[in-house]
């Protein structure tokens, strides 16, 4: 757990993971920043955890998800992120920060939002355009790598999924061409690319599943590679992204067919979902992944590797629950005690 690991040409302090948290702290039409957002990542980063994935960023307009989300689509937003990454990395010198590109899609707030099955290879080009000065805008700020957002039905997730994608031309969900563009596209920028890969939809009677994940990890060279699923809000899919209650350690399943088919060493692998503190962690690294990432946990209290952990995360789903009334994410079973 506080043992260093490295990913590409970086060292992490130790093998915890902020993984990516919409903190709704940015102007809902530009994508600029607030002070919320700085003052959130200089504490974040102060917790010693080793890779901060910030947040879901659009690479453009018509990619944006449609509430207070960071920006990452025009160049004059390289400043903001500069700023936030220059002062996590005053507050912790060892910190290894990761700019998350993401494209809405269909989920999106834009007027214009791309439609998958109606799109043409034209609009598709013009996403791996975007993605690719994305990356090199998040090099220019001094990110250590990028992780691209293949998750959570947005735009590459759903690309990748027979439920959504009902194309049966070369973008059709089972060649995953749309994904594999974006990530050569991102490869030429000199920058370390991840992936947030949904592996499973939880969709009965359809193949994003752990199956067809595998398929996905074996033909494309990721950098990293953290395993993901569910729906937003959950029916048709069986599981939602973010779940409430007790569930812990939610992609066991994808682990283990990763390990089946010698996988989980090809790249590293962070696995995210359910996870409570550093001792159930241990159930993942037991299985062998060397990386676990937390969300919810880092809003309860984000110096939970270093303060003893006094707090528990009930997973309420309130800090969730809080972007979609046009608030910040944020806990406000945390913000009461800070009241006391
Ligand atoms: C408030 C909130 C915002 C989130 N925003 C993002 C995001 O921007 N990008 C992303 O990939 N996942 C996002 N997630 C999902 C988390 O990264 C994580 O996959 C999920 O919450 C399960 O992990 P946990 O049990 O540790 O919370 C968000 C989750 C929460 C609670």
């Known amino acids: ?79 903001y992120h500069q700023k936030a990454n220059d002062l996590m990395r005053a507050a912790n010198d060892k910190i290894r920060i990761c700019c998350q590109l993401a494209h809405a899609g269909p989920n999106g707030g834009a007027a214009n939002k791309l439609q998958i099955n109606e799109a043409t290879a034209a609009d598709f080009q013009e996403v791996v355009q975007q993605f690719k000065e994305a990356a090199v ?28 994608n009902k194309r049966i031309d070369e973008y059709r969900a089972s060649d995953f061409k749309l994904l594999r563009d974006v990530l050569e596209a991102v490869r030429t920028v000199d920058i370390p690319v991840g992936v947030k890969l949904q592996c499973d939809d939880f969709i009965e009677g359809h193949t994003m599943n752990a199956a067809s994940a595998c398929k996905i990890i074996s033909a494309l060279k990721f950098d990293f590679v953290e395993v993901t699923g569910g729906g937003y809000g959950a029916p048709p899919a069986k599981y939602s992204t973010i779940r409430a209650g007790k569930d812990q350690y939610y992609y066991r399943h994808v682990i283990q067919a990763l390990k089946a088919q010698n996988l989980l060493d090809k790249q590293p692998v962070i696995v995210t979902g359910g996870f409570e503190n550093v001792e159930d962690a241990q159930k993942a690294f037991a299985d ?37 009334k046009g608030q910040y994410a944020h806990c406000p079973i945390s913000e009461r005690e800070k009241q006391k």
Do not use: W
């Open 1 to 79: 757990m506080f043992t260093k690991f490295n990913i590409a040409n970086f060292e992490l302090e130790n093998r915890s993971v902020r993984s990516a948290t919409d903190t709704a702290t940015c102007d809902i039409s530009t994508g600029i920043p607030e002070q919320k957002f700085y003052n959130f990542y200089e504490s974040l980063a102060r917790g010693h955890v080793g890779l901060i994935i910030q947040e879901h960023t659009f690479v453009s307009l018509r990619g944006h998800a449609g509430h207070k989300q960071l920006g990452i689509h025009t160049d004059q937003m390289i400043q």
């Open 288 to 324: 062998g992944v060397p990386l676990v990432g937390y969300s919810r946990k880092f809003l309860r209290n984000d110096q939970f590797l270093i303060d003893g952990d006094p707090k528990k995360c009930i997973r309420c789903n309130q800090c969730v629950n809080a972007i979609f």
């Open 137 to 164: 805008r998040a090099k220019k700020a001094g990110y250590d790598c990028v992780q691209i957002h293949s998750g959570h039905s947005y735009l590459l997730s759903q690309m990748i999924s027979d439920f959504y």
